[in-house]
């Protein structure tokens, strides 16, 4: 069964700083691998997806991710973080292309930005 | 275009209870499915659908019900809901496989 891990539930940063999520797919399959936003009392939003296109790919505010295939890893970065970037983010995996049936979540990074 | 519409928000059941929860999308897309989330867990998938009246399980699919008689719509039924469901569901729908999933804004239910 198709899997993903995101390593740490809270990550803290400084306004400003490097923000890194960290996500692991489990398969020898490359899948389809997706970061979706959830801010507060809010449903989830799609970041970036990965479709084979590019190993970079390059998402909505500012936040772009890498495919590393050796590392089956797929983690999330934004040179300098805002405040606005305070919310819950999810990795994803799918291997029927991602539509709303077959999407596979990690539990969830917390992000908090300190001032 | 409303996107995927969720109703109601909030919800409190009593343990026995039975409920439906609506979920509507007005983007003529043929997926559609349900998630739950709960804390440290993620959001986990309860069933979907590809198409008007085909539905099939996900990874969460025991206490609940579902149909879909149209494109539009894609109801989830408790039957005889138990504190275990305390949750907030997600509704989601995309065009096809392969294209960005859209999700709703969440009913947040709790079962005392």
């Known amino acids: 069964a198709q899997s993903v891990t995101q390593l740490g539930s809270h990550v803290s940063v400084s306004e400003g700083a490097l923000v890194l999520l960290r996500c692991n797919y489990s398969s020898s399959v490359p899948p389809y691998l997706f970061w979706y936003v959830q801010y507060p009392n809010q449903g989830l939003q799609l970041l970036l997806k990965y479709t084979s296109a590019a190993t970079l790919v390059k998402g909505i505010n500012g936040f772009e991710a890498e495919f590393k295939k050796s590392e089956t890893s797929f983690h999330l970065t934004k040179p300098s973080a805002h405040m606005s970037d305070a919310a819950e983010y999810f990795c994803?995996?799918?291997?029927?292309?991602?539509?709303?049936?077959?999407?596979?979540f990690g539990k969830g990074t917390h992000l908090i930005i300190q001032p | 275009n409303a996107g995927v519409t969720q109703t109601p928000k909030f919800q409190v059941l009593k343990t026995g209870q039975s409920m439906t929860l609506q979920c509507a999308q007005d983007?003529?897309?043929?997926?559609m499915s349900w998630y739950r989330q709960d804390p440290g867990m993620g959001l986990r998938l309860i069933h979907y659908s590809v198409g008007a009246g085909i539905t099939d399980q996900g990874e969460v699919p025991n206490g609940y019900n579902v149909s879909r008689s149209t494109t539009e719509d894609f109801p989830l039924r408790l039957l005889s809901a138990a504190p275990s469901q305390t949750s907030v569901y997600f509704c989601a729908s995309s065009l096809n496989r392969g294209i960005e999933a859209f999700f709703g804004q969440g009913t947040r239910l709790t079962v005392v």
């Open positions: 983007m003529n897309h043929e997926y």
């Open positions: 994803a995996v799918s291997y029927s292309g991602g539509g709303a049936d077959g999407l596979t």
